[in-house]
């Protein structure tokens, strides 16, 4: 065949034909009328080569009879088949055609072909055939435009036309469109050889001139924004400070007008609400990139969700991601607002996984998650967290330690005892919710009660209402009440109105507010120190137990001759003495003189209202100890803060210190071994890898330790005034900017891991106040997507007083990131004066009129073409003077 360049190509073309239509080869070949046909696309054999006898000279080809014997009768797709066919000329010159076809089973037909990797001694079997990208790449790829339509899907395996898939609709099923199986240069070259008869060509003409015509708009496009750049650059900033203040977003085309009534440059197009919400995307998507880039960036993360509903009833999950910077630095920062499908716990957690992965997120660095501890969350045998552990075994699972608090708040009420402790306590904290309630009902009684209170020097403002599991709200009730009772008196007095004077004014009711704010500002202080937003285990422990402590302190183990009680109970002190003092002793009554008054005072209410208090509080250190257990899991990440490192002792030798440091944080370190540093299983068997290897982070935190050691000695020997107390962040700092010099890279990790944990979801509970200011009930309308923009620019965006470098390059990238996504026409984002429909229909009347004025000169026409001209010569002046008018008024109109 290569000394017949001719026959080898119809030989090539032969053997092509054959593999894609078998059962037609069977039909030309086994018919007789097809031999000259067949001979002529062959090629003509060469003068020289001789003819067989009874052969035509015209025809040196003979086929083979028993060929069409051999054919099957039918192949059914499908099924393949296995075709040998063998063309050979002979001495005489002749072409020999022999073949035999067999059907294949459906099982072999369908079983992939494997072989031996050629890649090594793995024994791997692998596809036969496979995708290459120099079949795209090539000349011949290149000159056959397969870069626009070939698509190959690893997913699937298969080999698509992305222009028959969308212009080729008289062949559905087509392979290409399908997808085709055979992953062969042949089926490449197949498709676009019968474009005619499958409609690739026609559908490959449509794609190359839709793709012209959407190059040719992008440029046009980016011309257009090029020639506007600096008023584009005036609008982004516009509409990136409308996000950040909150403002709706059909001020924006006001905004433009006013800033372009001071001399600013503002381009004349994209001044719509509709161009603002693609510039906000486009922020948003800068922000968005920005902090994905650190995220990524981090060898695990933390996520805090909260559930809620917004001002037009959609459910949404606003999540919070807690990582840790390039610089080692932790931070809590907004992720992403979701809208749910449902609430129950397969709805929350397909979501939060979509995100994840949305955002190209790895799972296997998810190392916790925090929520408020709804049932739908803590589920024990389906709960949210349950589910995530399924994906994710070396996650950890927290209930918001805020929320903890509030349910020890809660569990403090219903253990109250029924006949002292709820009477006492109960009763008082309805009547102060009463008098705040009247207040807030009448504009005349907060006027009155602040003049009171500014007349005698009581900073207080507006009294707040109490609410029974919000330790914030419930001392701001308390506090304010005991503090305003003088001018809470005298506005009574100024009303007569005697009952609400005589309540206020009791000995009892003055006390038990005075204990009440003692005791819940303790516990306030608590709350808001449990709400930070990078909170550790070990300050948490701390606080608890401090406010236990001090609690008991107060009011468990105050000595006899000590006045029980805090702040407020120490200013009453002197007139509670005096009136025990003088109280009767048969009686055992007395006078108070309080407030510029005198009430009832009585002995045995007194000790009574001690008696109570002491339990009250018992009940608090109870409940707190309840709600916060000691967690070993979590207090083991204590032996990674540095900063705790035992320091030499008086008269220590330096061996006995070097024993002391090397024990020291050992089991702690055991026990996140067992978690991190070992194999787990998934419920469903699947196995996971160690994040950690347990014998390089032995080895590392010794390595570590005798760094901070170091570090500690290099502080001590410098000078005074520079000299700094190695705490458990600059110990962190310290390892985290060395573990590449060091070879801490394992324990880092595991550090990383403890900083990451969300104990609490404060942040979360934040972002929706802030979805409450974005989404008012003006903006009730606004999509999900919408708002999530607007989050992203409020709570992630640089600040308006952000270095200029910073804020420069945001708006860059989102005006580069604009001009690319553009696809709206510049001229119809123009906020003036557009033509309305009123003005469209008047100018069609006008264009009627005028078509059936030259529609009556039409017969004058036709009667000049016919001989019969009308009279008079300046007739037809006067006709084109009229057409010559109209067609003035035409131009103007359009």
Partial sequence: ARSRPTRARGLRALAAYALARPTRLRRMLASKTKQGSLSGWLGRAPASTP???????????????????TMPARVQPPSRVALKLTLAFNAAGELKVAASVTALPRSEALAPSAKKSKHGERGELEDKRAFRKKWITSEEGVKANRKLWLRYDPSTNCMFCDACIRFNLKHPTCNFVVGCKSIRLERVKEHECYGESNGHGDALFKLINSTKLAEDFSASLTKQISLESDGLVVLIKNAYWLSKELVPNLKFASLANHVESLGVKVSKVYRSRYAMSAIVHCLAEISRKWR???????????LMFDEGTDIGWTSVLIVYIKFVKPDGTVVSVFHSLLELTGKDADSLVTALVHNIEESRLELDRWASSGSDGASVMTGELNGVGVQLTRLQPFMKNHHDVAHRQA???GDTVE?????????MVADTERDMNAIVSDHNRSCKRIRVLAAFQEKYGLRVGRLTHGCITRWLTRFQMANGVHQSILALALEYEEERDQERLNLIMRARFIVIAAYFADITEKLCL???????????????????????????????????????????MQRLKAPLLAAAAAASASTRRGVLNIYERQTVFDLEEWESMQRVMRTYAKSHIDALSTRFPQDAFLEAFECLDMGELPTINLGETDIEYTVRIGAYGAPQLEVLLEHYGKPLFSPGGKSFTPIVRDTQVREQFGRAKSLIVQLRGSAASAPEHERKEVTDEIAWAHL????????????????TLGLVQALTTSCAERGISTLGQIKTKLRNRMKVAMACDLQEIKLNGPALSSPKGIFDQLIGEALQLFSSSARRNPSKSFSGLRPCKRNARAISRRAIEVLESSGGSSGEEEDEQAGNAPAGGNEAGDDDEEEEEEEGALEALF
């Fill in 292 to 302: 994905l880039t650190l995220i990524r960036s981090s060898t695990a993360f933390g």
């Fill in 415 to 423: 253990s109250a005892s029924p006949f002292e402790q709820s009477t």
């Fill in 407 to 409: 349910l020890a708040c």
């Fill in 526 to 568: 608590l709350s808001k120190m449990l709400q930070v937003d990078h909170l550790k285990y070990k300050l948490m422990r701390a606080a608890v137990k401090a406010t236990q402590d001090g609690l008991a302190a107060t009011y468990l183990g105050m000595p006899a001759d000590k006045f029980p009680g805090g702040i407020r």
């Fill in 51 to 69: 003819v067989a006898a009874g052969a035509s000279s015209s025809d040196p080809m003979i086929v083979d009879s028993s060929l069409a014997a």
């Fill in 736 to 751: 985290y900017a060395r573990r590449a010099t060091y070879d801490l890279a394992d324990l880092c990790e595991l550090c």
